[in-house]
């Protein structure tokens, strides 16, 4: 299979059941770039609009919190997170069958998920069992959603899969503002409306491992996800914990070197987007 340019799959986004087109570690590695570069410039619209209204992240959010202070229990709730969250937003964007149906067991967790972090509120996990109960709520959710699931296949699945392949713009587009939006609870852990408008970040990478997903299979949207996560929050904290000179120091420099190697090479994949090369 060969993939659609970015520009104009996201001009018409479709959905197949084939095999995804071959990638390699460079290719990779350039759309990882891609990710960065696009959630930086989405980060700098969040920080304008955060002082045109004068919207503070509390220093108590989740999303300070994971940042400020390295832990066992950040490590807990970010580990299974990228492969979870790639089975729950992304798995369906397909019309194979058995994808389908897997992304629809997983996505009704993170509509709950969406309802008990944003609108009700829960607090920053203290502990890694405190951040494995949440995993643990969001299971029985899974496993009743998986059990409604096998009942399509069996009895409405070719309907439930031609509905993917007729609705495949309206369903890729949903999957990327629910991704974006069921982040919002880390900026305010809930309590203020205005964190749906700092998700700029997450709904660009959304978009981008999106169509990473449909392109080359969900296994390289799931290994983007991660390398993502790990060069977001990593820096933070080796700048927070690294001594000038200490051990750390030379870590951070190294990664910090790499980041921006990673980010350059993003900009020439934008280029050849903006071309329609990518």
Do not use: K
Not at 18 to 32: C, D, H, N, Y
Not at 85 to 100: D, K, N, T
Not at 186 to 213: C, D, E, H, K
């Amino acid at each position: 299979m060969h993939h659609r340019p970015l520009l104009s799959f996201l001009r018409r986004p479709a959905f197949t059941s084939s095999a995804p087109a071959r990638l390699t570690s460079w290719e990779w590695l350039g759309w990882l770039g891609l990710l960065i570069v696009v959630a930086v410039i989405g980060g700098a619209l969040d920080t304008l609009v955060e002082r045109t209204f004068h919207w503070a992240v509390p220093a108590h959010s989740v999303w300070m919190a994971f940042l400020r202070h390295p832990s066992w229990v950040v490590v807990t709730v970010l580990l299974p997170a990228p492969a979870l969250e790639e089975l729950g937003f992304r798995a369906f964007l397909s019309s194979a069958p058995g994808f389908v149906f897997t992304g629809l067991a997983f996505f009704p967790a993170y509509v709950y998920a969406f309802i008990r972090n944003n609108l009700i509120g829960v607090p920053t996990p203290t502990s890694p069992a405190a951040a494995l109960s949440g995993y643990l709520h969001a299971f029985w959710i899974v496993l009743a959603a998986g059990a409604i699931s096998l009942l399509l296949h069996r009895y409405r699945g070719d309907a439930v899969v031609e509905l993917f392949r007729r609705r495949a713009a309206w369903i890729f587009w949903i999957s990327c503002a629910a991704f974006g939006a069921e982040h919002a609870f880390l900026y305010t852990n809930g309590s203020a409306w205005w964190g749906f408008v700092l998700v700029m970040p997450q709904f660009l990478a959304g978009v981008g491992l999106a169509y990473i997903r449909v392109s080359y299979g969900l296994r390289w949207s799931i290994a983007s996800h991660y390398a993502f996560d790990a060069l977001a929050v990593l820096p933070s904290w080796l700048y927070l914990s690294a001594v000038p000179h200490g051990p750390l120091y030379g870590v951070l420099m190294a990664v910090m070197v790499a980041l921006l190697g990673i980010m350059a090479y993003g900009l020439v994949v934008l280029g050849r987007v903006a071309r329609l090369r990518w």
